[in-house]
């Protein structure tokens, strides 16, 4: 897993770096930009044909914006620096680095309103756009000069790699404040930030790529830092190895409570799911009626028909017969399809407190606890609930638009308090731990914004955890 920063975050890290480790401030500018020249190699391998542009504001991201100018001129690269403040100006790092370049011979235009015209000439010729105008710490839209010019980047079409953050991006919620820079790459410094990942901000980051600058490793643990994201390498020493001499046995026993009249597809879903994910069997069940649909498909799932209301639900009555045959599984999967039936909402109620083995949450399993929040403590084991924001504002009594707003801070709290492990559904989808650990789901796309697809995730996640996996890891996985 790779450690998410905040900017105060990054700050103290950077701090404790410069005066704990005596590695100095001007070094690790000088460290990212050689990080950041050398993906550029990487990608551009005909580096010293092309014409570069680069964006400098008057803080450290100018600063590392200068480093990378010096750098590339050194390899014979036409470069161009247009510096968005008087280089007399400028403090610090920027300052020294400022005048590095100068006094190579690298051609800095101060832009102001007097000559923002010669940005439409230069941005024609170029090829590549460098952002190094405010990185992270942003908390204000942006406005004047700076908004003026990052949009002349956006309207130039050309290829933009951002450095640390895109410029105008609230480094921290993964909302718009304003103007921002819409970036082919971004290189981000020693740690990903929350705004990387986090949407609507991480559609303006294009791709996105870790530069090392030699931030001491111990200092990613040493500052409890509480949100992480997946990679696939974690997740591959995790899945369990599979015995040639192994059978279904060997591989968990899932059973899925889902369906009702007119939404046993996503009863179908969840238990088809759960099987091609690899657990040994399923077992389906499901009101009486909707049962004889399942009989045959799919043909590897059991079905368990359950005494239902007139509606076409499962009944009061179904109690007795569900908690039996939950004995001796290895996880129930509840929710999909289930209805929001008066009766349904009795029975679910009563029963999720009283299973013992591990249970998936879902769907109008969480619709019915949240009429009754006294639940949530009275769960028996490491239970995993996977709303999607709407249904994650039901049980937490939070407006959605502030759910979508504070996504980490929200699922997290609701997490610790209630020694659950939530997986907020979305762009991206966050996993939050009872640990006060959040961790974010970097992969997904527009496609699966159907239905279905959280029948699908339950029945996905079940059947890790039938196959070995703790819930936690069953969830990230």
């Known amino acids: 897993m790779k450690k998410v920063v905040t900017a105060k975050e990054m700050k103290k890290i950077d701090d404790d770096t410069i005066h704990s480790y005596g590695i100095g ?16 190699k990487r990608r551009f391998k005909n580096i010293s044909s092309r014409h570069i542009l680069i964006f400098c504001g008057k803080g450290n991201n100018g600063g590392d914006g200068l480093v990378v100018a010096r750098l590339l001129f050194n390899l014979n690269v036409n470069t161009t620096v247009f510096l968005l403040e008087r280089r007399a100006n400028l403090k610090k790092e920027a300052a020294i680095n400022a005048k590095l370049a100068f006094n190579l011979g690298i051609e800095i235009i101060e832009i102001d309103e007097t000559n923002l015209s010669l940005l439409d000439h230069h941005l024609k010729n170029c090829d590549i756009i460098i952002d190094a105008l405010l990185g992270t710490g942003l908390i204000r839209p942006v406005s004047g000069m700076y908004e003026h010019t990052i949009k002349k980047i956006n309207d130039s079409n050309k290829y933009i790699v951002a450095i640390d953050i895109a410029s105008g991006l609230d480094s921290d919620t993964g909302l718009l404040i304003g103007e921002c820079i819409h970036a082919d790459l971004t290189l981000a410094l020693a740690f990903f930030k929350r705004s990387h990942l986090l949407f609507p901000a991480a559609e303006q980051i294009g791709e996105l790529e870790l530069i090392d600058i030699k931030i001491p490793v111990e200092l990613s643990t040493s500052h409890s830092l509480e949100v992480q994201v997946t990679e696939e390498s974690d997740l591959k020493s995790w899945l369990p190895q599979r015995s040639a001499a192994s059978h279904k046995g060997n591989y968990g026993h899932v059973m899925v409570i889902a369906g009702s009249r007119g939404k046993g597809g996503a009863a179908g879903l969840t238990a088809l799911s759960a099987l091609r994910t690899g657990c040994g069997l399923v077992t389906l069940a499901l009101p009486e009626s909707c049962q004889k649909a399942f009989e045959f498909h799919p043909l590897e799932v059991m079905t368990l028909p359950a005494p239902e209301t007139n509606a076409g639900t499962f009944a009061l009555s179904a109690r007795k017969l569900l908690l039996t045959y ?17 009766e349904t909402v009795q029975l679910i109620t009563e029963l999720i407190p009283m299973i013992d083995c591990p249970v998936i949450i879902d769907a109008d399993a969480l619709n019915a606890m949240a009429q009754n929040q006294n639940i949530f403590s009275q769960l028996k084991t490491n239970a995993i609930l996977t709303p999607h924001p709407k249904e994650m504002s039901r049980i937490t009594g939070i407006k959605t638009a502030t759910i979508l707003e504070k996504r980490i801070e929200v699922a997290r709290n609701f997490a610790c308090s209630h020694s659950v492990n939530i997986v907020l559904k979305g762009a991206a989808t966050l996993i939050a731990h009872p640990s006060g650990m959040t961790t974010i789901n ?6 699966m914004a159907t239905a279905g697809s959280g029948d699908i995730l339950t029945g996905i996640i079940s059947s890790m955890v039938a196959q070995g996996l703790t819930s936690e890891r069953a969830a990230i996985a």
Do not use: F
Not at 326 to 342: D, H, N, W, Y
């Open 25 to 40: 401030s001007l070094d690790l500018m000088e460290n990212a930009g050689k990080g950041i020249v050398k993906e550029i």
């Open 442 to 447: 970097p992969t997904g796309n527009p496609g």
């Open 326 to 342: 939950s004995k001796g599984m290895s996880v129930v999967a509840i929710g999909p399809g289930l209805s929001t039936e008066p």
